[in-house]
T-cell receptor, first 108, second 114 residues
Framework: SQKIEQNSEALNIQEGKTATLTCNYT??????LQWYRQDPGRGPVFLLL?????KEKRKERLKVTFDTTLKQSLFHITASQPADSATYLC???????FGAGTRLTVKP | DGGITQSPKYLFRKEGQNVTLSCEQN?????MYWYRQDPGQGLRLIYY???????QKGDIAEGYSVSREKKESFPLTVTSAQKNPTAFYLC?????????????FGEGSRLTVL
């Protein structure tokens, strides 16, 4: 069955730097892949969706890439701020299964 | 106000008791999902329903049951057969087909077994 791996459990960076989070999958390439943000004790909130025929998608300071050859998506937050501190989850369309998430901490 | 309402927000249960978590939506979405989240872990799919009167098991359905008698409602029962039910439970909906499957989540229900 399809496995989704976010291979960093936690990531600490300095304010102003770019955070890069990774999402890998093992089998078939999904039609699209989604990224969500989750704050402690809250439900996840949708951020971005990228389709298999799109190499890159941007939304304000967020950028997502999708490499079906590497079976990988990268999620970037540029000019990071302490308010970006949260857990970020990726999910695959066909399954609606989620990766374990990466907890990002942006230090002032 | 459109959205997803989960209740109760916090629930305490004694071992051996069944408990039902409510999930109601007024987004007119066809698909509804239940996830479980344990501390420091991602979401695991319990059950999902693509249409009224139909539902499918997810990855960890054992010890849980659901019903989908109305489009708006997808209650989850945590039965006494669930060995470790203490967790954060999240309900979600999606309204689109392929390419538009963004999930909308409720605020969650935290269940603690005493």
């Amino acid at each position: 069955s399809q496995k989704i791996e976010q291979n960093s459990e936690a990531l600490n960076i300095q304010e102003g730097k770019t955070a890069t989070l990774t999402c890998n999958y093992t089998n078939y390439s999904p039609a699209y892949l989604q990224w969500y943000r989750q704050d402690p004790g809250r439900g996840p909130v949708f951020l971005l969706l990228i389709r298999e025929n799109e190499k890159e998608k941007r939304k304000e300071r967020l950028k997502v890439t999708f490499d079906t050859t590497l079976k990988q998506s990268l999620f970037h937050i540029t000019a990071s701020q302490p308010a970006d501190s949260a857990t970020y989850l990726c999910a695959l369309e066909q399954d609606m299964r989620f990766g374990a998430g990466t907890r990002l901490t942006v230090k002032p | 106000d459109g959205g997803i309402t989960q209740s109760p927000k916090y629930l305490f249960r004694k071992e051996g008791q069944n408990v039902t978590l409510s999930c109601e939506q007024n987004l007119n979405h066809d698909a509804m999902y239940w996830y479980r989240q344990d501390p420091g872990q991602g979401l695991r799919l319990i059950y999902y329903s693509q249409i009224v009167n139909d539902f499918q098991k997810g990855d960890i359905a054992e010890g849980y049951s659901v019903s989908r008698e109305k489009k708006e409602s997808f209650p989850l029962t945590v039965t006494s057969a669930q060995k470790n039910p203490t967790a954060f439970y999240l309900c979600a909906t999606s309204g689109g087909g392929t390419g538009t499957g963004e999930l909308f989540f409720g605020e969650g229900s935290r269940l603690t077994v005493l």
